[in-house]
Each structure stands twice: as C-alpha cells, then as structure tokens.
C-alpha cells in the first residue's frame, strides 16, 4: 500500500493542498518498504488528488482538506484519514498499528489562512 502525507518541517502539514511537500510511504505485510519525499507539484484545484492516485496512492493521512478534495479522492478509491497531527514517523508508526481514526475535518474551502479549524 502507499500512502501519502502532507509534510512541513517533518510534521503533518495542517492542510493537505498547501503542503511544501508529500512524505511517500510504501507499506507491506505491515511494515515500511520505502519512504520518499516529494515536492508538491502545486495547489490546482482537483490537481493533486489525481496527481497522487496516478503514483498509486492509495491512503492520504492529512491534517485537514477540503470537501472538494475528499470527494475527489473517493472518486478515485483513495481512503482519506483527517485531522493527523505530529511528526511523519509518529503517524506512521500508529498508522502501522492501526490506532489512527479519521477525524473527519474538513476545511472551508477557499479560506486557508487560518480559519480551517485552528490548522
């Protein structure tokens, strides 16, 4: 499985199109194959959602996103999990052992400085 996660600094970025750039973790039989650091291509809208599905993404772990961006993903059989915060390691590592829950957020689209649910 691989999985994508917005990154800022070695954290979980707080929204997931306006990340610097894209941790790529490869997961099999539980543990990490492969870890990758990209740079984010850009915020266009429906841009990314394709853009990672296309690099066989098939698990996004985000701070917060928007509706948009959650029903594109959906569209292309990419689970969301929102609402991640903290180092990329320490999220990976509950991820692998499967303590992290989706939270559900989302972010009012358009409206990113700081008005997304204090991410």
Known sequence: MRIAIPTEGGQVAG?????PQFTIVDIMEGTVKGKDLIDNPGHQPGFLPKFLAEKGVKCI????????ALDLFASYGVQ??????GPIEKIIEVYLQGNLVSSG???CEHQHAGSCGGH
């Not at 772990?61 to 948009?68: D, H, L, P, T, W």
């Not at 969301?80 to 915060?85: F, K, L, M, P, Q």
């Open 80 to 85: 969301v999990i929102t609402g991640a915060r």
């Open 105 to 107: 957020e989302v972010c």
């Open 15 to 19: 929204h997931f199109g306006h990340c």
């Open 61 to 68: 772990i985000a701070g917060g996103m928007g509706a948009s």
